[in-house]
């Protein structure tokens, strides 16, 4: 990975039939960069992928390649592959034809296909599967040929739209390693699109989250899951109790009823604050000893540790622990200063963090499709 970067979207808006999908996108991805868009369906990723592709044109704004303005160049002229969901393979040709496709469009001489062409099947693990029929390989198979293909003509960026969405969930992990492994052996830059968090905090540099066409933080995978910028981020990477809080001055915050130490700092004296406490740095303490004390509304077995949904104060928190307690315990609640991590207020707050229930069906819209 250099430090020059490759693509480059600068206030890149767009709207479909009035409303607004993109508003105002400023982003780099620097050469050699495993780059994730994360986010639910409905909130731009994918047309953002698109328009680095081509296949849309930004309302304002502007798309560089390689310090140059490809607003206007066509899909087939920028160096740049796609793999969308389905992997639009050739069923009448076999795995060896597949791959070569590409080459052959681009009048590549004869005597180089056949060492290209075992180069690529060599880097995804489908040596001896030349003669194969795509129709009868797995889905995994299936994906390994479709990157193939897409990396034979060594294009600069490598766009990937949800291509493990239909595999299965050990198989998906398994295409998590080889994807990482193949963009690291290529040092091709990866640009990658989910809605699976685990997915993209895995295999990704960097992770842009996205939400209601605006990019809500970019960072790395560590940053986003333990310095959240927002609510959404917050509740999206991860299980997280968000509560409302007052920021007293630096290191120092009020929530629960209880004032805590904490490590965050450049708030404005008794400014309003949300607070997020992930579940696993929570410390079950007796009632006596706790900062806050809590009752046990629910207890959930897990397999190596319970998860208790605990009310303090009226507020539903989630807590991980790997000792056994039951429902209506009254426990205590003990918090390191750098198990909390304070946030501005923003148009999320108050929308997540209460464990009152599990349930996200309210925030879907039923009638987003892949608009994106």
């Known amino acids: ?39 639910r369906s409905g909130c731009g990723k994918t047309t953002t992928l698109r328009i680095i592709a081509g296949f849309l044109k930004p309302d304002e704004g502007d798309v560089f390649f390689d310090g140059e303005r490809i607003n206007d160049v066509p899909p087939y002229k920028r160096s740049v592959n796609t793999i969308f969901q389905r992997y639009a393979l050739f069923p009448h040709l076999n795995v060896y034809e597949n791959v070569a496709f590409g080459l052959r469009v681009s009048k590549t001489p004869k005597e180089k296909i056949d060492p290209m062409v075992k180069e690529m099947l060599k880097l995804v693990n489908l040596e001896g599967y030349e003669k194969r029929k795509v129709t009868n390989l797995s889905g995994g198979q299936q994906q390994r040929v479709a990157i193939a ?3 034979i003509n060594r294009p600069k960026v490598l766009l990937l739209d949800e291509p493990l969405s239909a595999l299965d969930a050990k198989l998906r992990k398994d295409m998590q390693v080889e994807l990482r492994r193949i963009q690291r052996e290529t040092g091709i830059t990866f640009i990658f699109v989910t809605h699976d968090q685990e997915e993209a905090l895995s295999m990704s540099d960097t992770v842009i989250v996205m939400e209601n066409g605006k990019i809500q933080q970019i960072g790395t995978p560590v940053d986003i899951y333990n310095e959240p910028k927002n609510a959404f981020v917050a509740d999206f990477i991860g299980e997280s109790n968000i509560i409302d809080g007052i920021m007293n001055r630096d290191d120092t915050v009020t929530f629960a009823g209880h004032t805590f130490t904490c490590v965050d700092e450049g708030f404005e004296k008794n400014e309003p604050v949300d607070v997020v406490i992930r579940p696993e740095d929570v410390d079950v303490v007796s009632p006596e000893t706790g900062m806050v004390k809590g009752v046990i509304t629910q207890a959930t077995f897990k397999g190596d540790y319970y998860e208790l949904i605990v009310d303090v104060k009226g507020f539903k928190w989630m807590v991980q622990t790997t000792d056994a307690y039951c429902e209506d315990q009254v426990i205590g ?9 304070v946030m501005h207020k923003s148009e999320f707050s108050g929308l997540y963090g209460d464990y009152s229930t599990f349930s996200d069906d309210f925030d879907e819209d039923p009638e987003a499709e892949d608009e994106e």
């Open 333 to 341: 609640i003990a918090l390191d200063p750098d198990a909390i991590h």
């Open 1 to 39: 990975m250099t430090n020059r970067n490759i693509v480059e979207l600068k206030n890149v808006t767009l709207s479909f039939d009035g409303e607004k999908i993109l508003d105002s996108l400023d982003l780099s991805v620097r050469d050699g960069e495993f780059v994730t868009f994360l986010g």
């Open 149 to 151: 293909r897409a990396l």
